[in-house]
């Protein structure tokens, strides 16, 4: 049979249409007595007018008769007997049952008229209407994990219409926000194919989140962002575990500055403490540095003041430690040539460009002896040469309108920065009666080449070279 409805095809058992719900009229099926009396009775009937029509045709005048009484009480019995039937059928229908439902819940006997309702269920098994009512009487009841169970017979089913599916979608939410298990809440949208529910109640499924830049390979080092479309928190990892509520939190972006190969993983965590999926990605990191600085002067003897010169790319600065550790951008800054200090000595020097990528380092080992090839007497015969070329001096040390005579004494070997070793030579004043006093001028010659200078202090107390010049 067909529904009048919708025109889907009806099993003959079943008293609602399983698509639209629409009732079925039709006569149900007959009970084993009452078909027992039908047959009887339709029997009797039969033979009855089987022996009245025998009767009729030996009497000739039956024919002309209007009207047959026992034509006429066969036909009221039989209807007497179909309304029995119908009414007792009637007392054993979906709506009956339905309606012995509604009166027991109206004298609050709720287990009774969930009783009335499994059996109109078992009448009409994908009626919507039986389905919902079941369930709204369980939740009623306190029956949440049946109710669940009940209503799910038709959010799994496509055979019914959409508004039913929703409402069925509805209730079980509801179940589950009363018990706050905002997990089973997730899990049924997760699956859900009806927008409306999904758009209503996607703040409880948890978005996934999102890394930028993706996964790839790069060049430089690269800072990380996660996000997410919700109120919540993201935890991370990079050593390759499942992120979860014990991981890194995700606090500020994260930095890949080394070469490497990075597998960061994170998941996010909603503000009903609901899991999202976890999201992978791989970052391998390969730094093209800048070129390591150029010294140009490499490691070896040295036996000469020398000064230590280093060029790097364009848009790099250089750095360098002389106490054997590693340079980075906290060390000491490359700005001019460096004095090579007398001994032994290490250099380590790096060049890093404006991204802060770091150049390999350069180590440099020195060792500056200085060669003397000028004596402490040549050193003072250049002192007294140099004043006498200058007439600062007159012949025999002596000076001009002063008595005595200028005698100059070898103190000591001295280095100064950045210009070599000097021989240090202080002048003293010999009077006429053999007295002496220190003039307070010193004197600086140098031991490789014998050029003379004075010698005086900067502020920081250091030597420093001063050109002589006639007094």
């Keep these: 049979m067909k529904c009048p409805n919708c025109g ?3 099993p003959k058992d079943h008293m609602y249409c399983d698509v639209c719900g629409k009732e079925i009229h039709i006569v149900p099926e007959f009970e084993p007595i009452i078909e027992n009396k039908i047959d009887e009775s339709l029997s009797g009937l039969v033979n009855k007018l089987d022996f009245d029509n025998h009767k009729n045709k030996a009497d000739k005048d039956y024919k002309e008769m209007p009207f047959n009484m026992n034509i006429i009480i066969g036909i009221v019995v039989a209807c007497i007997i179909l309304i029995i039937i119908v009414f007792l059928a009637g007392t054993n229908s979906a709506s009956h049952y339905m309606t012995l ?21 078992e009448k009409s098994p994908h009626n919507p209407t039986v389905i919902l009512a079941i369930a709204k009487l369980q939740i009623n009841q306190g029956e949440l994990d049946e109710a669940i169970t009940t209503l799910h017979d038709i959010i799994d ?43 209503e109640y996607e703040k409880y499924v948890p978005s996934i ?42 606090e500020n972006e994260i930095i ?57 790319d364009t848009g790099c600065t250089v750095y360098y430690t002389t106490d054997g550790s590693d340079p980075d951008n906290t060390s000491t800054q490359y700005v001019s040539p460096i004095t090579m200090p007398l001994g032994e000595s290490t250099y380590k020097f790096v060049a890093i460009d404006g991204n802060g990528n770091m150049s390999e ?18 050193a003072i015969a250049n002192v007294e040469a140099t004043l006498l070329k200058l007439d600062i001096l007159l012949e025999g040390n002596k000076m001009r309108s002063e008595e005595g005579y200028y005698e100059y004494v070898f103190d000591s070997i001295i280095e100064i920065e ?35 200078n004075r010698l005086g202090y900067d502020s920081s107390g250091n030597y420093t070279l001063i050109t002589i010049s006639n007094r």
């Design 8 to 10: 889907n095809e009806v």
């Design 101 to 121: 439902a509604n009166q027991a819940i109206a004298g609050e006997q709720y287990e009774k008229a969930l009783e009335y309702l499994e059996k109109a269920r």
């Design 157 to 199: 089913s496509e055979d019914y219409e959409e508004d039913v599916i929703i409402e069925a979608y509805e209730m079980a939410i509801q179940i589950y926000e009363s018990e706050s298990d905002y997990e089973s809440i997730s899990n049924l949208i997760s699956d859900c194919r009806y927008t409306e529910i999904i758009e």
């Design 209 to 250: 989140p999102q890394m930028t830049p993706v996964g790839g390979e790069f060049e430089e080092a690269i800072s990380i962002t996660i996000s997410a479309e919700q109120n919540g928190d993201i935890y991370y990892t990079v050593n390759g575990d499942v992120p979860d509520e014990g991981s890194i939190l995700y």
């Design 256 to 312: 890949l500055e080394e070469s490497g190969t990075y597998v960061i993983q994170a998941i996010f965590i909603n503000e009903y403490g609901i899991k999202s999926d976890v999201i992978s990605n791989e970052y391998v990191i390969a730094i093209t540095g800048p070129s390591a600085p150029d010294v140009l002067e490499d490691s070896g003897e040295y036996n000469q003041n020398t000064h230590i010169v280093v060029l790097a």
């Design 361 to 378: 380092i350069v180590e440099r080992h020195y060792h500056l002896v200085y060669t003397r090839l000028v004596s402490t007497e040549q």
């Design 418 to 452: 950045g210009s070599g070793e000097y021989y240090k030579i202080i002048e003293t004043h010999v009077y006429n009666d053999g007295s002496t006093e220190e003039t307070g001028l010193i004197y600086a010659v140098n031991t490789h080449d014998g050029t003379v």
